[in-house]
């Protein structure tokens, strides 16, 4: 009986996607990435991708293995690189290390590479398994499938929210309307961004720093933007003196969105998390940006007629006019009820 089964190879790809998840914030433009080299059944390398530049998670785990390598398994998350970028090729190293099996959770989404590192591992005698634990590993780096594939960043829209979809009183109080486990997942969406973005209303109600505060020593701070056709960059530097120097946009038309998001990817912004309030999100949802969502819902109800929605914008005239979400995942965090999914493009 052989020692590979479509069971050990998902065990073993779950402890290289675990691995892979510790560049989270680290390793942007590039993908997060694990790896794992397994030899009789036994793991004896790990590696992940540390940073961008640096050496990727195929060669960090031959690094961390004893060799010989000849009859082990490389698990790998995503497609071994074949091409010179920053760092030689990892094919070159796995052929020459001689490893005999690379498993590969996802190809790479680039067309000009998806499948060629499969098709140069099988041409020198190395098997390959594709497709272990896929759409985990497609998941974990939606950010960057979508940046290479289109030039443009995956948008998460975030919004903290009452079960009655308030987020704030009649005269902007909001603080806070969820607790401190929502707020820890929120640092955590943080480091995960390249760039967040709010409105200048939320900057005049909140004065919110949009860094990561925790950890505390966190360096990669990501690219602070606001929205608004009243503020100055020079307000805008005074109430947010911490972090890297705010931007600000003049609100956006549906096609100025478009340009906006491709000038963002030119700039190697891979990801972009928009955190309100209720006129922004209603604008990036209507011009069809935003490809995630995650809502928090605290187990408050505020009531008001003239409290604000989380979602702001004209008033639609039908229900057929609601966007809808798929793949709907349900999370707690402490009491806080958080929901998300990819909208569907109409």
Known sequence: ????????????????????KKGWGLVSPNPMVGALIVRKGKVIGRGFHRKAGGPHAEINAMSDASAPFKGSTLYVTLEPCSTFGRTPPCVDAIIKAEISRVVIGVLDPNPRHAGRAVKILEENGIAVTV???EKKCRELNES??????????????????TLDGKIATAGGESKWITGASARRRVQTLRRWADAIMVGG????????????????????????????KTMTVEKLTAMMPEGRAPELVLPLSLKEWQRFLKKLGAENVTSLLVEGGGELASSVLNAGIVDKVEFHIAPKI???????????????????????ISDVSIRKYGCDIAVSGYIKKK
């Open 1 to 20: 009986m052989s020692e590979f089964s479509e069971k050990t190879d998902a065990a073993f790809m779950r402890t290289a996607l675990a691995l892979a």
């Open 144 to 161: 960057f499938f979508k940046w290479i594939v289109s030039g443009t960043p995956f948008v998460l829209l975030k919004l903290a929210t």
């Open 302 to 324: 505020l009531g008001g007629r003239n409290s604000r929605s989380s979602v702001g914008g004209e008033n639609p005239l039908s229900l057929a006019d609601a966007l809808n």
């Open 201 to 228: 209303e939320t900057v005049r109600r909140d004065a919110p720093s949009l860094t990561v505060r925790e950890p505390d020593d966190w360096k990669r701070q990501p690219r602070r933007i606001v929205c608004s």
């Open 131 to 133: 497709g272990i634990a």
